[in-house]
């Protein structure tokens, strides 16, 4: 991902990206509910923590206008993995996402640009109430995920496919639901659209490309490039074969 569009959506619109896999392996996809148990299980136990660090963040944000820096890459980086489970959960991905808020190459990703340098406090004290309405949505864009991937789990254990009709389904679902995220965790502070420009792409085409990462990006810390920052695009891995 570009350091350019990464300071587009610098605390403010992350960005969604889910690239086409038709063919997915039938076994996996048979099993996908016992299969998903332990990455789910590992986002329940961070989830945890955000009753706590989220406060923290509300409070921090509320006197001083600023994101402590560990706690903003500790919510991006849950936002990111969040993205992941429910890429394999949901069908929209074949590859286990592993248990951590990193996976180079994973097919379904959410980008989240560094922390604004002042936030506007009057949104941050009213957030509760704020957000009421993108829940609203989420909601509803919840349920239209959940019928797409129970028709993928039903087109993929007879066929080894996804269908692109549904593939776009499930897109749709699925954007507004991961980026409202970092809106919940105070990463952002205006509500997410309800279409990005790559949600329209998709409805057009229905098969978007990740960016690659530029070259000579670091792998940790101050060092690591604008794409790695918390949230950064890697590019997909090749799909895996159909069982």
């Keep these: 991902m570009s350091s350019e569009l990464l300071s587009e959506t610098a605390g403010r619109q992350p960005v969604f990206r889910m690239a086409y896999q038709e063919r997915h392996s039938r076994l996996t996809t048979f099993f996908r509910l016992i299969l998903a148990i332990p990455p789910t299980f590992v986002l329940g136990l961070w989830s945890i923590a955000l009753w706590v660090t989220v406060p923290v963040s509300w409070f921090a944000l509320l006197f001083t206008g600023r994101y402590p820096r560990g706690l903003y890459d500790f919510h991006a980086s849950f936002a990111r993995y969040n993205t992941f489970v429910s890429g394999y959960s949901y069908l929209a991905s074949d590859r286990w996402p592993g ?35 993108p829940a609203l949505i989420a909601y509803a864009m919840g349920l239209v995920m959940s019928v797409a991937a129970i028709i993928a789990w039903f087109a993929i254990v007879f066929t080894g496919k996804l269908p692109q009709g549904i593939f776009q389904m499930l897109h749709l679902g699925m954007s507004y639901v991961v980026r409202v995220t970092p809106y919940y965790l105070l990463l952002t502070e205006d509500w997410p659209q309800f279409t990005q420009a790559e949600d329209r792409e998709v409805l057009a085409a229905g098969e978007p490309a990740l960016p690659a990462p530029p070259a000579g990006s670091g792998p940790r810390g101050d060092e690591r490039g604008a794409s790695e920052l918390p949230g950064g695009f890697e590019p997909p891995s090749p799909p895996a074969g159909s069982s």
Excluded: N
């Design 99 to 133: 248990f951590s808020g990193t996976s180079p190459g994973y097919p379904v990703q959410l980008a989240v640009g560094p922390p604004l340098e002042r936030y506007d406090r009057v949104k941050v004290a009213l957030r509760i109430v704020l957000v009421i309405v």
